[in-house]
T-cell receptor, first 112, second 117 residues
Framework: AQKVTQAQTEISVVEKEDVTLDCVYE???????LFWYKQPPSGELVFLIR??????QNEISGRYSWNFQKSTSSFNFTITASQVVDSAVYFC?????????FGKGTSLLVTP | GAVVSQHPSWVICKSGTSVKIECRSL??????MFWYRQFPKQSLMLMAT?????????EQGVEKDKFLINHASLTLSTLTVTSAHPEDSSFYIC?????????????FGPGTRLTVL
């Protein structure tokens, strides 16, 4: 069975702080894909990143970075120098060939 | 490219009525579409998988007679909530699947917010 755990339900930070959102996954498949999505108040999902199980390279995109560690089954997401516009719910998801399996999400609030 | 639309974006209806939600892939063909439901402050839960030209596959606990899914073409899937009740009020999101090399990528629609009075 597949499972995605986002243990942090809500995080509140002050603007310009760095924040890391945790994601731990479970799967028996050797080939799978991990995702992060952002869901602003409007509700529309915004794709952030996709990572396959054979690529453990960390990735940086502007203020966003991702740390994928198969040894700990984790795919953590860090926002550097957070901004108010980063306030949203962030979902980690797992896909091994079927539908996406989402974690419960982490609600991030960035205050000025 | 790879745009998925949903119509309507929001709908309010009376209890007991039926509501149809459309999911369209605008610039690609999708043999498979997925329907998710999201209650307030909760995660997206897969309801059913819609395959063009065949019956939908429903997840455990989802009433197939209540949530009718039709995938009549490669660009359109519809979800009809029959005899809607207030507990069906939710955010419904569809996604369309395309093959990208050896990977099946999903593109999400903007969602439909259903409120049943």
């Amino acid at each position: 069975a597949q499972k995605v755990t986002q243990a942090q339900t809500e995080i509140s930070v002050v603007e310009k702080e760095d924040v890391t959102l945790d994601c731990v996954y479970e799967t028996r498949d050797t080939t799978y894909y991990l995702f992060w999505y952002k869901q602003p108040p409007s509700g529309e999902l915004v794709f952030l990143i996709r990572r396959n199980s054979f690529d453990e390279q960390n990735e940086i995109s502007g203020r966003y970075s991702w740390n994928f560690q198969k040894s700990t089954s984790s795919f953590n997401f860090t926002i550097t120098a957070s901004q108010v516009v980063d306030s949203a719910v962030y979902f980690c998801a797992l896909n091994s060939g079927y539908a996406l399996n989402f974690g419960k999400g982490t609600s991030l609030l960035v205050t000025p | 490219g790879a745009v998925v639309s949903q119509h309507p974006s929001w709908v309010i209806c009376k209890s007991g009525t039926s509501v149809k939600i459309e999911c369209r892939s605008l610039d690609f063909q999708a043999t498979t579409m997925f329907w998710y439901r999201q209650f307030p402050k909760q995660s997206l839960m897969l309801m059913a998988t819609s395959n063009e030209g065949s019956k939908a596959t429903y997840e455990q606990g989802v009433e197939k007679d209540k949530f009718l899914i039709n995938h009549a073409s490669l660009t359109l899937s519809t979800l009809t909530v029959t005899s809607a009740h207030p507990e069906d009020s939710s955010f419904y999101i569809c996604s369309a699947r395309v093959t990208s090399g050896s990977f099946y990528e999903q593109f999400f629609g903007p969602g439909t917010r259903l409120t049943v009075l």
